[in-house]
């Protein structure tokens, strides 16, 4: 069989016209899964209604790219296009999407989603997996918030941490704790919406950051989409460790004295999702 890229696009028109005249989908990671040349290509609007269909000739990237939702990204990838048209049916693509940029594998066939990688045990929530394996020996046991970090009970001032950033960001249902299996890490958060990874220390001086940058990357190996990642600090660090987790590609944030956060790039990632 081969797989396709299904893809949540804005609503309005002028992005078709976009791709239309650039030739390419702009991605916020690389579809590692994808047969190129000559995958099916289609863009999704609301409803599950197809804007665009197209077929893959080549992947050019990390490259600079302005997303679909207008993010500008550094290091996204563009996807070439070739036969770019608008489709003969409007039949919905059966996909649950929770953000606009996100983007599924799915059979071209039977106009359905495609999971890839092991099965994973079942859950509550009914959206495709866009975690997987690097290996057969390696996989990802997705879980909800608990509220506490591996390790630590409760009280403990990380898991207090952890759990007033989750508060302020208003966002518990978009949070979880992933078992990265065999090894038997887990991981302090997961963003399911923004697909980040934040690793949580109450302290901030050098040794500790260094430690949270090797969990990071340790970590990261896992996912087949490779998630951003963030360092979660009870305390604003150095200028100069703030730039050292910049150099790594990795975002802080921490705690204000008044219990507001803030982060490294402008408040992207401690902006509030919901009106108090």
């Not at 979660?232 to 150099?247: H, N």
Request: proline letters at 7%; charged letters at 25%.
């Amino acid at each position: 069989m081969q797989r396709g890229l299904a893809i949540r696009v804005p609503d309005e028109s002028g992005l078709a016209a976009r791709i239309r005249r650039t030739r390419y989908l702009p991605l916020h990671g690389r579809p590692l899964e994808l047969d190129i040349p000559g995958a099916a290509v289609v863009m999704i609007q609301a409803g599950g209604g197809p804007a665009l269909v197209a077929r893959a000739t080549r992947l050019e990237g990390p490259t600079a790219v302005t997303l679909v939702d207008g993010q500008k990204r550094r290091s996204g990838f563009k996807l070439w296009l070739t036969g770019i048209k608008r489709p003969a049916t409007r039949t919905p693509v059966r996909i649950r999407w929770y953000a606009i940029g996100q983007f599924r594998y799915f059979d071209p066939r039977q106009w359905a989603p495609t999971l890839v990688g092991l099965p994973q045990p079942a859950r509550t929530r009914d959206y495709i997996e866009e975690v997987s394996s690097n290996s057969p020996r390696f996989t990802i046991r997705r879980g909800a918030f608990t509220g506490s970090v591996q390790g630590r009970p409760r009280s403990h001032p990380e898991s207090a941490l952890v759990r007033r950033f989750v508060a302020w960001l208003g966002c518990d249902s978009d949070m979880e704790q992933h078992w990265l299996l065999p090894d038997r890490f887990q991981t302090d958060l997961f963003d399911t919406s923004k697909w980040r990874l934040i690793e949580a220390k109450v302290a901030c001086d050098r040794q500790t950051l260094r430690a949270a940058l090797g969990q990071l990357y340790d970590y990261r190996f896992f996912y087949r989409r490779r998630p951003s990642l963030g360092v979660l600090l009870g305390d604003r660090p150095t200028k100069r460790s703030i730039s050292y987790l910049r150099e790594h590609r990795v975002t802080t944030i921490w705690e204000t004295p008044s219990g507001a956060f803030r982060d490294s790039v402008g408040g992207a990632w401690s902006r509030l999702r919901r009106a108090r």
